[in-house]
């Protein structure tokens, strides 16, 4: 098992955003708890755990700024590549439910949903200590 505390930030991409949004930050605090199937902390892995995002998002206009709060919970897994000595490559996939939190955010006249279930998928590159 592997305990970690993430501070994150995302900068969402406006493809990814509704017709008419842009800007959305989010800061992701969370604590994850992460289960390696072999020893050393490498292989397939597989984690959960809570998340608290602050976030803000702008309309296209960017006349103001509208802040909103998200509950999550988070669960995702994916395989650790040792390359030399402690250095790693590490893909991953996780999926991120909302608990509890804004779900209708007003800006400019206009409403932002933020969506209930966010996938994401990355490449983890690090040294394990």
């Known amino acids: 098992m592997r305990y970690r505390a993430v501070v994150a930030t995302i900068n969402t991409p406006d493809f990814i955003l509704p017709t008419g949004f842009t800007n959305n930050n ?3 605090y969370a604590a994850i708890a992460d289960y390696f199937f072999e020893g050393d902390f490498e292989r397939w892995w ?8 602050k976030a ?3 309309t296209d206009a960017k006349l103001g700024t509208a802040y909103y709060n998200q509950a999550v919970f988070t669960l995702g897994g994916g395989y ?19 608990l509890a939190g804004d779900t209708a955010i007003t800006i ?8 209930f279930f966010t996938p994401e998928a990355s490449l983890k590159i690090g040294w394990h200590f």
């Open 26 to 28: 989010i800061q992701a």
């Open 46 to 53: 597989l984690g959960g755990g809570a998340e608290y995002w």
């Open 56 to 58: 803000k998002i702008q």
């Open 80 to 98: 650790v590549w040792k390359i030399y000595k402690n250095f790693y490559l590490n893909p991953w996939v996780a999926v991120h439910l909302r």
């Open 108 to 115: 400019d006249s206009k409403v932002f949903n933020p969506d």
